[in-house]
């Protein structure tokens, strides 16, 4: 039950994007500015302040290297398979591993994140999304533009440095080792950005996937479902449990390996016209089927 409690608006509010955009109340155009403002500004202040007010999050560092770990092993079988089973190209192998190991874990996993553990769940998944950010991206697309005979991916690491996530994430680390409390004028604005992130941008991702196609051919999307919701949960949560993590960083990592992917990988894929209608459709299943895995991984970690 409190499972439930607590996922069921989550996903209500990604209904609510999925039914607004399918209405047209939310246009693409209108959902593309929804979606820059929750990453450039809602999101980034949430996490500056998450890490620069709160609680200070145990075993720095322990939780992203676990998580790094998990996915370097979990790319290797997506690549294995993609390229034995499904007859992918080098550039296509990469879309198709991002898929499986990528998490949405700034559109969803923060607010889920924010409900399970509160600051101290946000500052753990704050971890996990600088190696996101600072490691998956820029290696998927010097990949991708090696693998896909273009030049680009040389700005790679400058984009990832620039993100406005990256950016809040190193200033709250930042300012948090200065002891110092944020000026109360300035808190107030990014608090008032911060309350306003985990509800905007679950209405913005409902009303993204409300414009995706669903599959025709199932192998290629199916395949990536089960590594990511299935796979990818299992295998960072073993790694976890052997390592010794503290329950609280198992539940985050084991929650954020159980998310759906990210739109940035249809993103790389639409822009290197590689593979971009299966991470679309792959991207849609993954996301409505998520309630299942991120149910489980809740009710069998954190309420046990």
Not at 118 to 125: E, H, P
Not at 175 to 198: K, Y
Request: hydrophobic share 60%.
């Amino acid at each position: 039950m409190m499972t439930l409690t607590l996922l069921v608006p989550i996903f209500a509010l990604l209904a609510l994007g999925f039914a607004a955009a399918r209405s047209g109340l939310i246009t693409a155009e209108a959902n593309g500015g929804l979606l820059k403002l929750v990453a450039c500004f809602a999101i980034p202040a949430l996490l500056f302040r998450s890490l620069a007010e709160g609680a200070q999050a145990a075993g720095d560092g322990e939780i992203a290297l676990i998580y790094l770990l998990g996915c370097a092993a979990l790319l290797v079988v997506a690549f294995i398979y993609g390229r034995l089973a499904l007859g992918l190209s080098l550039a296509e192998c990469v879309v198709f591993g991002m898929g499986v190991i990528y998490s949405n874990s700034s559109l969803i996993g923060v607010p889920i994140a924010q409900a399970l553990l509160g600051n101290q769940g946000v500052a753990l998944l704050s971890q996990i999304i600088a190696i996101h950010t600072l490691v998956l991206i820029p290696l998927a697309t010097l990949l991708l533009a090696f693998g896909n005979s273009a030049r680009g991916g040389s700005n790679a690491l400058i984009s990832a440095i620039s993100n406005p996530m990256t950016v809040a994430l190193a200033a709250g680390l930042v300012w948090r080792r200065t002891g110092l409390a944020v000026p109360e004028p300035i808190d107030h604005v990014i608090g008032m950005l911060a309350a306003a992130a985990p509800a905007l941008s679950l209405i913005a991702l409902g009303a993204t996937v409300a414009r995706v196609p669903l599959p025709t051919n199932f192998a290629a999307p199916v395949a990536s479902v089960v590594l990511k919701l299935v796979i990818h949960p299992l295998l960072i949560w073993s790694i976890a449990q052997a390592m010794g993590l503290p329950r609280e960083q198992i539940l985050i990592a084991t929650m954020t390996a159980a998310l759906p992917p990210g739109i940035n990988v249809y993103v790389m894929a639409s822009h290197f016209g590689r593979h971009a209608e299966d991470a679309a459709r792959s991207f849609a299943l993954a996301t409505t089927l998520s309630a299942v895995s991120i149910s489980i991984v809740v009710q069998a970690i954190a309420w046990r």
